[in-house]
């Protein structure tokens, strides 16, 4: 184990560097940045009907027969036609509870990118079934659109249907599908689907919208700028209990902003991210003082508060950006993504604990353990804090809105608030931190002494 | 200690609610957000584009457009890099212009960079490269180097004008006389160009030097710029540096279906109007002038309605789409030299309240209300910094409200302006 021990950080090193995200492929080569396709799906009797428009350019791996300099020869195009009906039938997936369906009819057309009839299922319905581009017309091979019809035999109208979008997947999030659905009653829904999905539900149950967000909520805690400052937060401290107390009061914290900036219009404030990040950066680096010289578990209550309001609008922003697929389960979606956040919260503190725990007793030794941390720690939080800045100093020099400082500020006065509770805490949630390379620097929460 | 933590508590309650009471009052949330004749702010966005691959380097920028897909072409002329611009190959390439007396040739590189780009080329929002292709400088583009070729496919000597069809069908235009060149000779810039995004040549509306002037149906003479109505599949075309017209042609055939000049009558020097086009000096004093002077430089559609630019003369004059004149707006009058008035682009909000123009001769972006002409707003000044202008000579606007300029001259660049307000921007 002592060898182990020795080589741990040489094998975290080449983890580390083996799980470093590779560079994409570039934009280049003729497919553009953005793809996007258009789609409705309705059910309707024993039938569900998807009508989709996919451009052009995404199909040229089947080779459409062309005339002249690359127009489309549309006399010659039936034959094409069926084939890239049946190209879309295996690649946007339909599902009717879970069983997956497979079309029996298909109608297709070429339009050009001027055709606007995609605004609606109807009217698009129409067009594909209406007349054809006469011939002569002059369709680039990738400048136009390939618009389908195809029916899908059901049991059940009002059944649970779900999509999955396989178009390309090389490309993934490059690709997104605007998909409208049409229930046979209530409210339609429209999604945007991007590439490397999966299934998705397109009327979730409850329980599905909550699996989701509780998925996803518990994903966005392992951001690294989150997970650096957890463990700049906790390094000094070996207190489960306190510690979770704090996280918990991040999270608390967290959830107002989250929950404001969901409902309301936080999430559109454009100098927040800038402020997250400055915010964060700042504290990494308090924290990585505070961790060599005086740790206090108490004032980690003010610091993880205030860092949880401003992370929680950030969260929120992504919940908005997510609350297409809640269906009509957003209050449920919601309570769950907190759900979810907390609960990643928690086990990222666990995880750090234990890291932690490894790191000072086989590596380094805790004294000496809190302080390379944090100076490692500290650093990257400077450099994110620098950058931060310079972020925020230039959105704010393009105007800033009095409404917006009044809401962030009334709710870092809340943040202020969760913290101080830490005041009124049982003596349990306090404790000492690991002593300091130095004797008798340390202060730890005396709470006796004030 | 006790007693200051409520203290603490109290103080911050009362503070909290305060600031909810506050947040109570109507319209102060919306402080920001209403309708408002303050047109938006714009910020230059410093690293946009970001820098080309294969050691390219651009040259004037005649023309730049926004595709229906938020994508921004430009057209650019790699014939105006200097010696030392173009320092990574022999100069003067092959297909620059004999100049008199002669440039001495260099054979051998003289720096680290650059190599003339391609004169189209095609960016994303982000400021990616994502093609770029035509003209002489092309040595990769297989579409184009395959397509086009003279006599049916004449590349303009001097590129100017650019514009992206909503059936992403590319035009182009020249404003270059007669060039003899070490591979060749062409007349001057009477054509216009139609091309398929990748390069594809499609089609050719009239040819290289035979223009015969402003009642000339099939050529046109130098055009700066157009629009197209895609409904109408009609092409409007600011012509130009050698005519003085408004022409409308057929964007599947080519042939021409109506021209107009100043104030919708038939342009000077025409079968409809034998009175001699203008060629004194323009002058502030003057009683406006009934024709257009050189150049008729942009033309937009907007609202139905056709907003031409006469350049030198200080003017917008605004038509319905059968020439019918409208009114006209005169802006700076006192700008002399190349005129106040190059290029429009209409703001994005529903009404289109405001016209962005550009004055490369004063080097501003004003914003103009559409419908009255006042002008409340302008941002840019002369200079070489970014968000400076020299000589800016074209703009467009993206569905996002942001605005991208082109310079000529010695400017050679081009610049993104993000708009802040009225436009949010979110990407």
Excluded at chain 1, 61 to 68: C, D, M, S
Excluded at chain 1, 396 to 409: D, I, K, R
Excluded at chain 1, 419 to 436: D, K, Q, R
Excluded at chain 2, 262 to 274: D, E, K
Aim: aromatic fraction near 10%; glycine fraction near 10%.
């Amino acid at each position: 184990m002592r060898r182990l021990g020795h080589h741990l950080p040489s094998v975290a090193l080449v983890a580390a560097l083996l799980l470093l995200p590779r560079p994409g492929h570039t934009n280049g080569g003729d497919l553009p940045p953005q793809i996007l396709l258009e789609g409705f799906v309705k059910p309707e009797g024993d039938r569900l009907h998807l009508v989709v428009r996919i451009p052009l350019i995404l199909l040229q791996n089947l080779n459409p027969p062309k005339r002249g300099p690359g127009y489309l020869d549309l006399v010659r195009i039936d034959k094409w036609l069926n084939e890239a009906a049946a190209a879309t039938g295996r690649d946007i997936e339909l599902f009717e509870d879970g069983d997956r369906l497979v079309p029996t009819r298909s109608a297709a057309q070429i339009s050009l990118p001027s055709e606007r009839s995609f605004d609606g299922y109807a009217s698009a319905a129409a067009h594909i079934a209406g007349r054809r581009l006469p011939v002569s017309t002059d369709v680039f091979w990738n400048q136009g659109y390939f618009d389908a019809h195809l029916e899908y035999p059901i049991r059940s109208a009002p059944a649970d249907f779900a999509i999955h979008m396989k178009v390309e997947p090389g490309l993934g999030q490059r690709i997104k599908l605007h998909v409208q659905y049409l229930p046979v009653s209530g409210v339609s829904r429209t999604y945007e689907i991007r590439g490397g999905s999966g299934r998705l539900s397109l009327d979730p149950r409850w329980y599905e919208a909550a699996r989701m967000f509780v998925m996803l909520g518990f994903g966005s805690v392992f951001a690294t700028d989150r997970l650096v400052f957890l463990l700049c937060l906790v390094a000094p401290f070996r207190q489960v209990w306190g510690l979770l107390a704090v996280v918990m009061a991040l999270t608390g914290s967290q959830a107002m902003t989250l929950i404001a900036s969901a409902v309301g219009t936080a999430h559109e404030i454009r100098w927040l991210p800038a402020l997250f990040d400055t915010c964060v950066g700042a504290a990494v680096v308090l924290l990585a003082v505070d961790n060599v010289v005086a740790p206090s578990l108490h004032r980690r209550w003010f610091t993880g508060a205030l860092v949880g309001v401003i992370g929680g609008f950030g969260l929120g922003r992504l919940f908005v950006d997510e609350r297409q697929f809640a269906g009509a389960h957003t209050l449920v979606s919601l309570a769950s993504f907190n759900v979810g956040v907390a609960l990643g919260e928690a086990v990222a503190l666990l995880l750090a604990l234990v890291a932690l725990g490894v790191l000072f007793t086989r590596v380094l030794g805790a004294s000496l353990g809190v302080v390379v941390l944090s100076a490692v720690l500290g650093h990257m939080g400077w450099h994110w804090m620098i950058d931060g800045v310079h972020r925020l100093g230039r959105t704010l020099s393009t105007g800033l809105s009095t409404s917006a400082v009044a809401s962030v500020g009334w709710w870092l006065l809340m943040g202020l608030l969760v913290g101080g509770a830490a005041w009124f805490l049982p003596t349990p949630f306090g404790g000492a931190p690991i002593p300091p390379l130095i004797p008798g620097r340390a202060r730890g929460d005396r709470r006796d002494s004030d | 200690m006790k007693l200051a933590r409520y203290v603490y508590l109290a103080l911050l309650v009362i503070v909290l609610l305060a600031l909810g009471v506050w947040q109570l009052f109507p319209g102060q949330a919306d402080a920001d957000r209403g309708e408002s004749k303050v047109p938006p702010r714009f910020v230059v966005d410093p690293d946009w584009p970001k820098q080309l691959p294969n050691n390219w380097l651009i040259g004037q920028v005649g023309g730049l457009a926004v595709d229906s897909h938020n994508n921004i072409w430009i057209i650019q002329r790699p014939r105006t890099l200097t010696n030392d611009e173009a320092g990574a190959v022999p100069y003067p390439p092959p297909y620059f212009p004999i100049t008199t007396p002669p440039t001495t040739p260099r054979l051998t590189p003289r720096s680290d960079c650059c190599v003339p780009a391609p004169s189209v080329m095609q960016f994303d929002r982000k400021g990616n490269l994502l093609r770029a292709w035509g003209g002489p400088a092309d040595t990769q583009n297989n579409a184009y180097n395959a397509t086009c070729k003279a006599p049916s496919c004449q590349w303009p000597n001097t590129e100017h004008g650019i514009y992206v069809d909503k059936d992403d069908n590319v035009w182009l235009s020249g404003n270059g006389g007669a060039v003899v060149t070490a591979t060749g000779a062409q007349g001057r810039d009477d054509q216009i160009l139609k091309f398929a995004t990748d390069g594809t040549f499609l089609m050719q509306i009239g040819k290289a030097g035979a223009s015969t002037g402003n009642g000339d149906t099939v050529n046109v003479r130098q055009p700066a710029d157009f629009g197209v109505d895609d409904e109408a599949h009609e092409l409007y075309v600011a012509d130009g540096y050698g005519n003085k017209r408004v022409i409308v042609f057929d964007t599947k055939t080519g042939a021409a279906k109506r021209y107009w000049g100043a104030y919708g009558a038939p342009p000077c020097a025409s079968p409809g109007n034998t009175r001699a086009c203008v060629t004194g000096a323009y002058s502030p004093s003057a009683p406006p002038d009934p024709d257009f002077r050189n150049p008729v430089h942009c033309i937009r559609l907007v609202a139905d309605l056709v907003y031409v630019c006469d350049r030198v003369n200080d003017r917008i004059q605004v038509f319905k789409k059968n020439g019918d004149f409208v009114q006209e707006f005169f802006e700076k009058t006192n700008t002399l030299g190349n005129g106040s008035m190059w290029d429009i682009a209409p703001s994005i909000d529903r009404r289109q309240t405001f016209l962005h123009v550009t004055d490369g001769e004063n080097n501003h972006v004003y914003h103009m209300l559409r419908l009255t002409g006042e002008i409340v707003g302008q941002f840019g000044h002369n200079g070489r910094n970014a968000g400076q202008f020299h000589w800016i000579h074209v703009l467009d606007i993206d569905a996002h409200g942001t605005i991208y300029t082109g310079e000529v001259d010695t400017g050679k660049r081009v610049q993104r302006f993000v708009s802040e307000g009225n436009s949010p921007d979110r990407d």
